[in-house]
C-alpha cells in the first residue's frame, strides 16, 4: 500500500473541500455534452479504436486547455506513433462514483478497447459511505464488462487527505487494489504520484495539476496505456 506523504496530508487537508464544492459548479464542457461528431474527432472513426478516460475534474482538465490534460497528451503521443487510436475524455468536474455509473450507458454507445476509470476521489473528500464508492465502482467495471467483453479495463487508484480520519483514509486507499484484484483488471497505483502535495505542480487550489502536473500524470498513465496498445 502506498503511503501517504506528510506534505500530501498537509496541503490536501487545507484545500479538500474546496474540490468537493468548486468542481461541482464547473461549466467546463466535457464530452457528454458535445454533439458526437465533436467528440469523435475523426473523418472516419470507426476505422479507430477508442481509449475512453472516464473520470472527475482531474481527466477533464479542470483549469488547464482540455488539449493540456493528460488525457489529450495521450492523444498527442498516439498521434506521434502513428498508432489508430482515438482518445475520447469523459471527464466531468464533481463526478462521484455515483453520478458515474449514473452517465455511464451514454459512453457506452460506441465500444472502447481500452477503458480507464478515474472515480472516487470526490466520494472521499465528501464522506461517501466506502461500501457504495466501492460497489458502485465495481458496478462500473462490471456494466463495461458485461457489454464488451474484450474491452480492456484500467483503474486508476487515489488517495485523500485524513479530514474523515485516518481510519476512513487508510480504508480509502485499499479500495482500489482490492477491486483490481477481484475484477482482475490493471492498477495505476496512484494517479497524481509526484504531482500530488507539490505547489509548483498544482493551480491555487492545492489540488488540480498545473499543465505541467498534467506532463508527470501522463507518465504515470502512459506505460500503462502502452501495454494495451
Known amino acids: 500500500m502506498i503511503k501517504i506523504k506528510s506534505t500530501l496530508s498537509l ?7 474546496l474540490l468537493a464544492f468548486a468542481c461541482t459548479n464547473s461549466n467546463e464542457k466535457t464530452a457528454q455534452d458535445l454533439p458526437k461528431e465533436e ?3 475523426s473523418t472516419n472513426p470507426t476505422s479507430q ?3 475512453l478516460f472516464f473520470g472527475n475534474s482531474l481527466t477533464a482538465g479542470y483549469g488547464i486547455e482540455k488539449d493540456d490534460a ?9 498521434d506521434s506513433l502513428g498508432l489508430n487510436y482515438r482518445v475520447i475524455n469523459g471527464g466531468l468536474s464533481g463526478e462521484t462514483t455515483a453520478g458515474g455509473l449514473n452517465r455511464l450507458d451514454w459512453f457506452l454507445e460506441e465500444e472502447p478497447s481500452i477503458f480507464v476509470l478515474e472515480l472516487g476521489g470526490n466520494d472521499g473528500l465528501r464522506g461517501i459511505a466506502l461500501t457504495e464508492t466501492r460497489s458502485n465502482l465495481e458496478k462500473i467495471i462490471d456494466k463495461v464488462r458485461t457489454k464488451y467483453p474484450s474491452t480492456k479495463i484500467i483503474l486508476a487508484g487515489m488517495q485523500i487527505p485524513p479530514n474523515m480520519g485516518m ?6 486507499q485499499t479500495i482500489y487494489p482490492e477491486i483490481a484484484e477481484k475484477k482482475k483488471v490493471t492498477l495505476i497505483p496512484f494517479l497524481l504520484e509526484g504531482v ?5 505542480l498544482n493551480l491555487p487550489d492545492g489540488i488540480h495539476p498545473t499543465d505541467e502536473g ?15 496498445i
Open 214 to 228: 498534467h506532463q508527470i500524470v501522463f507518465e504515470t498513465v502512459w506505460p500503462f496505456i502502452a501495454k494495451e
Open 11 to 17: 496541503l490536501f487537508t487545507a484545500f479538500a473541500f
Open 70 to 78: 493528460f488525457p489529450g497528451l495521450t492523444q498527442q503521443r498516439i
Open 49 to 51: 479504436k477508442t481509449i
Open 167 to 172: 481510519e476512513y483514509t487508510q480504508e480509502f
Open 196 to 200: 500530488a502535495g507539490d505547489p509548483n
Open 39 to 41: 467528440v469523435e474527432e
